[in-house]
Every structure is written in structure tokens, then in C-alpha cells.
């Protein structure tokens, strides 16, 4: 059956806890809509399909008549089941044109649509977040049983513009143990680190003005600053902070309104932030006058400034002129969806109404959970167990990385990635790896330019597959491309 419809899915996951026709249905509507599978192929039938996946006939047949009911797939009676004429998806991309997703070149929209909706996580060696298996679930459970005992006005009313305040207070403490001084009115919580940034940029930011960010760094917010007419210019990003001579040379040309930094565990390599860097990024900014906002969504990655070096900006400038933003997603539970901006108390109240003005409030539910879990001390201990765990593979991890021929830059002490030199071109790699089921990061993706790249992002929390280790070391006993 070489090449069939069948043979495009990925294996299918017995560990993740999805449904094997979930997994089913989701991977074929995710070709369809890739216009990998056209309209008039015929599917394996029922029993082909059973045996080819290693699963049982009802299996099969729940998943094709759940991809009938959403109009993936017609069942013709006595001939089996064929892909249905669809309406033609349009995907927004650079120049605002539509693409068939089948040639699509490899762009930040590419890597999302993938990561939520056609490669399961673990399938994920790149992902930006840890296994769900290392989070604390039982806690998040926990909090949400204890919360829905309580009453119910909380579960059916908006909650505050700036959040929920016992969140806030909470937040207040967290931050005076990095030596942030920040009062409850200096917080507005969001829906994620995301929306914080985006809030922030609408704040600062007017079509035609400049914004830098670290090259590499963390893609997403490329298009959103380009979307609001700004131009988005990469700062070289060294192994323990910003090229300054970069950054002084060309903030005197360019004269910036803002300047997106992770000062530690940098996204993608885990490099942090030198203190004799910090100063002088501080200062160069009050030269040439623009805001810092520093991005700390991996600070509870970091074992702490008493372990390993750790300098924040907003430390040494007390929310004067750094926006300092914080979250959970990547330590708690990404679907809380719970973030934080921390400013000045005049600029707090402008975000706040600028998120009243964008989507009212956020979820006071989710606050309220991240809010028990903080105040239960259960968190500390969990974030311990995380760092522990990410400690205890590193060594071994990146040993076998390398093993393979390529380079570590800048070898991390913390985090969960590893920014890789593969010596060819990774989204070649990308797309060798897509057709066996794997989605790599490539690092074309993380910068503002978004050249062809020969690095690439690893989660060293993500890479226990010996399927992958086996696609790497096929991929890297070949010449370079």
C-alpha cells in the first residue's frame, strides 16, 4: 500500500493519553486541509486501515464516521469511504496571499498550524513547552475541584480589569524574591505571555516605528509587530546577552521604540544575560531613549541567582523603563493560559483598559488556579522537581547531540533547550523529518529575517523517542545537503 492514504498518517501514540481515533481523525482532517489527501481518494477500507495502524476495526470505524459528520470524508454505499470536495482553506502568510499548504514554504505560520493541530507533542522534538507528563496535574485538578466547591457567583461573573487581585498580591511576592519591587496595581494579568506582548506593542508601538528583538528569538511575535506596521529589527544574540556594539550601533540609527529581550533561559538557546551586559543594555537605552520588555517566561526554568548568574533588567531598573512580563504556560499548564505584565502603575491602568478594549477580562477561573497552586506552596516544590529532571538529562542529552556531528552553541547550564549547529540546512531537515512524522524547529523560523538557517531548536525534555535518534542518525550519516 505504498503511498496510499493511509501510509501519510504518522504512527499513532499509545502513551499520550489521546484517543487512537482521535488521533485518527485528527491527522487525516489536518491532510485534507493540507490538500495531502484529495477530494475523490479513496480510503483504505475499514479492515486495510485496522491493519496497516495496528488497531481494532471499531476503532476505525469511529474515526471515519466521526471525519463523515465534520464533512472530511462521504461514505459511498458498497464502495467505501472517499475524501469530500471542500471548500478551499485560506491561510494568511507574508503578503496576505493564499497558499496551498502542500508548497507551502516552511514559515512561522507553517510550524504553528503543525505544532496544534497535526503532529502530536511528543512527535515534537523542537516544542516550545515541556511533556505534559512532567507538569503537575494533579495540583492544577486539585485547585479546579476546590474552586468549583466554592460559590458560584466567581465561576459566572467577569473578573477585574487588572486581574484577579489575590493573584496579584501573590504576584507581588513572587517578583520581590528576584528583587522586583511591584505592587498589585503595578500587574495586569492576560492570557499569556502572548497577549501580554501584544498588549504592550499596541501601547508603544505606531506604524513605521522600529522594535528590536534578540536574533535569534522566539518567533511569533515577528508578524504580530509586522501586522501593526512596525519594523522589526534582529540584534545579534552572543552566549551571554546582546552584541552591544550591534545594539548601540544600530539604535543610534534606527532610534527604537522597544527592545523585546529574554535575559534568562533565552528562547532558543537557554543562554541568560550577563550582569556587566545588563548595565550596558540599560544604558544604551536611556541613551537613545527606548522602553525595554523583558520576556521572563522561562524564570521558574532557572535555579536562581544564589546557583547560577541571573541578572534581569527590571531588577536593576525597578519598572522604569522595563516592562517586565511573566507567565505560566510553560510550567504549570498551557491551557490555564495565565500571564502577567508588570509596569509602572500609570502604564498598568492604560493596559488594563487597552485589554478591556480587546477581550473585556481574563478568565478569573484560571487566575484563581494559578492562584491556589502559588499561595499552597505548591508550586516551588514542583518547579524544583522540573529543574531536577531537566539537570539530570542535559549532560547525557547533549552528549549524544553531538555524538551525532552536531555542535551545541553555547552549551546550556539550565533550560530546557539546546540551540544546534547541524552543518546543513534544517528546513530541508524539516521537511525529511515531516514525512516520517517528526516536526523540527528549524532556525530559519527564529529570526526576524528568516534566512535559510543550518541550526535548530531542541527540547532536550522532548527527545526520548529512539525513533527520532534513528531518523538523526540516518540523516546525519548522509553528505550535507
Not at 504512527?11 to 485528527?26: H, K, P, T
Not at 541613551?287 to 533588567?313: K, T
Request: proline share 5%; with cysteine; aromatic share 8%.
Amino acid at each position: 500500500m505504498t503511498n496510499t492514504p493511509g501510509n501519510l498518517l504518522p504512527a499513532l501514540s499509545r502513551e499520550s493519553g489521546e484517543a487512537l481515533s482521535e488521533q485518527i481523525v485528527r491527522a487525516v482532517a489536518a491532510r485534507i486541509d493540507d490538500k495531502l489527501l484529495r477530494a475523490g481518494a479513496r480510503m483504505p477500507s475499514i479492515r486495510q486501515f485496522a491493519s496497516l495502524h495496528a488497531v481494532s476495526a471499531f476503532t476505525v470505524v469511529a474515526a471515519y464516521d466521526k471525519l463523515v459528520a465534520q464533512g472530511y470524508l462521504e461514505s459511498r454505499r458498497g464502495a467505501g469511504f472517499f475524501v469530500r470536495e471542500r471548500a478551499p482553506l485560506l491561510h494568511q502568510a507574508g503578503k496576505g496571499r493564499a497558499r496551498e499548504a502542500l508548497g507551502q514554504p516552511l514559515d512561522v505560520v507553517w510550524l504553528v498550524r503543525n505544532m496544534f493541530r497535526q503532529v502530536p507533542l511528543e512527535r515534537v522534538p523542537g516544542a516550545g513547552v515541556l511533556p505534559v507528563e512532567w507538569l503537575d496535574g494533579q495540583a492544577v485538578a486539585a485547585a479546579l475541584r476546590d474552586i468549583s466547591r466554592q460559590h458560584s457567583n466567581h465561576l459566572l461573573n467577569y473578573g477585574l480589569p487588572q486581574g484577579f487581585l489575590p493573584l496579584r498580591q501573590q504576584l507581588q511576592l513572587k517578583l520581590a524574591e528576584i528583587e522586583i519591587a511591584a505592587a498589585p496595581e503595578q500587574f495586569v494579568t492576560t492570557v499569556g505571555v502572548t497577549q501580554a506582548l501584544d498588549l504592550v506593542a499596541r501601547e508603544l508601538l505606531r506604524p513605521g516605528d522600529t522594535v528590536f528583538v534578540d536574533d535569534p528569538a522566539w518567533f511569533l511575535m515577528f508578524g504580530s509587530f509586522a501586522a501593526l506596521g512596525a519594523k522589526v529589527i534582529g540584534i545579534p544574540r552572543l552566549g551571554d546577552g546582546p552584541d552591544l556594539a550591534q545594539l548601540a550601533a544600530l539604535a543610534a540609527v534606527h532610534k527604537p521604540r522597544m527592545y523585546v529581550i529574554n535575559s534568562i533561559l533565552h528562547n532558543p538557546s537557554s543562554s541568560s544575560l550577563s550582569a556587566a551586559k545588563a548595565f550596558q543594555v540599560l544604558k544604551i537605552a536611556e541613551e537613545h531613549d527606548f522602553v525595554i520588555v523583558e520576556d521572563d517566561i522561562y524564570c521558574d526554568l532557572h535555579p536562581g541567582a544564589a546557583v547560577q548568574s541571573a541578572m534581569r533588567l527590571a531588577a536593576l531598573d525597578q519598572l522604569r523603563r522595563v516592562i517586565y512580563l511573566g507567565g505560566f504556560s510553560k510550567s504549570m499548564a498551557a491551557n490555564l493560559r495565565v500571564g502577567f505584565i508588570a509596569t509602572s502603575r500609570e502604564r498598568a491602568e492604560r493596559l488594563a483598559d487597552r485589554k478591556m478594549l480587546a477581550t473585556l477580562t481574563t478568565s478569573d477561573i484560571g487566575e484563581r488556579v494559578v492562584y491556589k497552586i502559588l499561595s499552597e506552596g505548591l508550586y516551588r516544590k514542583h518547579t524544583e522537581r522540573m529543574r531536577a529532571r531537566l539537570d539530570a538529562l542535559r549532560a547525557p542529552t547533549l552528549r549524544r547531540i553531538e555524538a551525532l556531528g552536531m555542535r551545541v552553541v553555547n552549551p546550556p547550564t539550565a533550560g530546557m533547550f539546546a540551540w544546534v549547529d547541524t552543518g546543513r540546512d534544517t528546513n530541508v531537515l524539516t521537511e525529511k523529518a515531516l514525512a516520517e512524522g517528526w516536526l523540527l524547529a528549524p532556525g530559519s523560523l527564529f529570526s526576524p529575517r528568516q534566512l535559510p538557517s543550518t541550526l535548530m531548536r531542541l527540547n532536550l525534555a522532548n527527545l526520548g523517542a529512539e525513533g527520532l535518534w534513528q531518523f538523526f542518525a540516518r540523516e546525519f550519516a548522509r553528505s550535507p545537503y
